[in-house]
């Protein structure tokens, strides 16, 4: 059985992780997060800044545990964490900082950095 994902089900398990080790530190709010299920199989998840909102996607096509959810949101938290850092590059997809700070979150919930 697969979990069923909306986007009041990304919500809570942001906001789960938001008040965990590191995200607690990072002032990361749900309310300036637009959440949206996508369909896709390419990806995970994806994070976007648009318009001036954050936007956090996970594919339904590609999570279906709740492990799986937590790892993709705590992914995408990072990129949203870069983001409001300053610290993204035009063209980087994963900066020196944001795998800095995914071995951060990696050490502290035990996922696997190689599939991170």
Known sequence: MTIKLTPDVLRACFDFLSETDPFDRWSLDSDCVIFKVA?????????????GKHLIAVSSGMVGHTSSLIATMAHEMIHMHERNAGTCKPGVEHSGAFKKWAAMVCRSHGFDPMAF
């Open 39 to 51: 369909r896709g199989k390419s990806c995970h998840g994806w994070y976007k800044f648009h318009d």
